[in-house]
């Protein structure tokens, strides 16, 4: 992600599309959040559960707040960051996600 954001950055500073890369840098980096929120608590939640202690919710209400925040940032600021382009930044850290878990079943069944 770190790469993609890079790309990103370039294509911010180079192009003619600040705003559409303005809005892939900043809904990535809140997708990159929420990518570490999720891990922090699921590392939090197999902790309980072997533990036998009660388990606690994955946060899914604090990731739809950052959502949230996002798309209000973007509607405030339509000039800098390009709304489509935030809303696919936030949906990254979910491909990423997709692409790790296919790797791996690959590398599995060799």
């Known amino acids: 992600m770190f790469y993609l954001l890079a790309i990103y950055v370039l294509g ?13 840098i900043f809904g ?8 570490w929120l999720l891990a922090r608590r699921m590392r939090t ?8 202690k009660k388990v606690r919710s994955l946060g899914s209400l604090s990731r739809m707040a950052v959502a949230a925040f996002a798309v209000i940032i973007s509607s405030n600021y339509p000039e800098q960051l390009n709304l489509i382009s935030v809303i696919i930044g936030l949906m990254t850290s979910y491909v990423v996600i997709m692409i790790d878990f296919f790797i791996h079943s690959f590398r599995l069944h060799e």
């Open 12 to 24: 911010w500073g180079f192009t003619s599309y600040p705003s559409v890369f303005l809005g892939l």
């Open 28 to 35: 990535t980096s809140l997708s990159l959040f929420n990518f």
């Open 45 to 52: 939640f197999g902790d309980s559960v072997i533990q036998g």
